[in-house]
Nanobody, 119 residues
């Protein structure tokens, strides 16, 4: 069983910053891509940023230049540094981890962490 736990959400004013963390633990041989998604009320879940095992990153257009994704492979942890936050960034942020174990690929989600940006 693999557990994925996010932390770091909260309430911040527009223009402020937050750093989200996501740690994966359990029976993991290796981790492939690690991704951050978000879901605002009444909207579909969307990909915010992703990072591969080799460090290649991709971002949604709406967050390019403001958010930075990084990972610490030794700790099975991925981070999302969010700067210049806007009210439209308000959402529940979910971590998604793609990993390999028992000769198979799996994906696991965290429980989500709320980010609220006030205007």
């Amino acid at each position: 069983q693999v557990q994925v736990v996010e932390s770091g959400g909260g309430l911040v004013q527009a223009g402020g910053a937050l750093r989200l963390s996501c740690a994966a633990s359990g029976k993991i041989f290796s981790i492939n891509a690690m991704n951050w998604y978000r879901q605002a009320p009444g909207k579909q879940r969307e990909l915010v940023a992703g990072i591969t095992s080799t460090g290649r990153t991709n971002y949604a257009d709406s967050v390019k230049g403001r958010f930075t994704i990084s990972r610490d492979n030794a700790k099975n942890t991925v981070y999302l540094q969010m700067n210049s936050l806007k009210p439209e960034d308000t959402a529940v942020y979910y971590c998604n981890v793609n990993y390999y174990t028992d000769y198979q690929n799996f994906g696991s989600w965290g429980q989500g962490t709320q980010v609220t940006v006030s205007s």
